[in-house]
């Protein structure tokens, strides 16, 4: 029996393994976005909203060599009268040379409409930091709109990171949650409760 042909049930095993674990969990998040709409008696839409998906496309694009941001996969989607949230993969892509690091991932966040002349992309974190994502090095203290909403986000701290931006009239938030962890009913809530408070603060 040639090597090829022992090895390709192995192969074909691993593939089913990586698939079943793939679709468990996407069930799994579709599930926590049901429990959330269920939970603030919102509507369920578990179709891709490819309208939403060409607005992220849209308003929060970055400009730069080698830089690059966009999303694909947008469904799931639960939505009041201002807020939507979601899951959807995103391409980030931010010029840094860094092999190890992957360019897609998967997130459930939030977006809502702001003013146009917002623009900010920042992490922050439970320990109240804030570093600006893009561009890099950008002073958040001098900006209006982020003195705003510090204090929201100070008061209402979560222990994982997250990543926020503003542009072109959009927003978009979601918790970077830690590598053997998944997003919970709680993160998701956070989110739209953050969100609300945000959106009403500019």
Do not use: C
């Not at 074909?12 to 079943?20: N, P, R, T």
């Not at 040379?97 to 146009?116: Q, R, T, Y």
């Not at 930091?129 to 893009?134: A, G, L, P, R």
């Not at 705003?148 to 209402?156: A, D, H, S, W």
């Amino acid at each position: 029996m040639s090597w090829n042909i022992m090895i390709l049930p192995v192969v074909a095993s691993a593939f089913l393994i990586v698939g079943g674990y793939s679709a468990v969990s996407s069930l799994k998040k579709q599930n926590l976005i049901k429990e959330l709409a269920k939970k603030n008696k919102l509507v369920f839409k578990n179709k891709e909203t490819k309208i939403l998906e060409k607005k992220l496309n849209k308003k929060l694009a970055i400009e730069g060599k080698g830089k690059m941001r966009s999303f694909i996969k947008v469904k799931d989607l639960v939505k009041d009268n201002e807020i939507s949230v979601f899951r959807y993969i995103e391409l980030l892509d931010l010029g840094k040379e860094d092999s190890n690091e992957n360019p897609h991932k998967a997130h459930i966040g939030a977006s809502f409409e702001v003013p146009l002349d917002m623009d900010l992309f920042f992490t922050t974190d439970g320990e109240k930091e804030f570093v600006s994502i893009y561009p890099e090095g950008k002073l958040l203290s001098a900006d209006r709109y982020f003195q705003k909403i510090k204090p929201i986000l100070e008061e209402n701290s979560h222990e994982n990171p997250l990543t926020i931006s503003f542009r072109r009239g959009r927003a978009l938030l979601y918790v970077n949650t830690k590598a053997k962890s998944k997003e919970s009913i709680g993160d998701l809530q956070y989110l739209l409760d953050l969100s609300r408070k945000i959106k009403e603060a500019v």
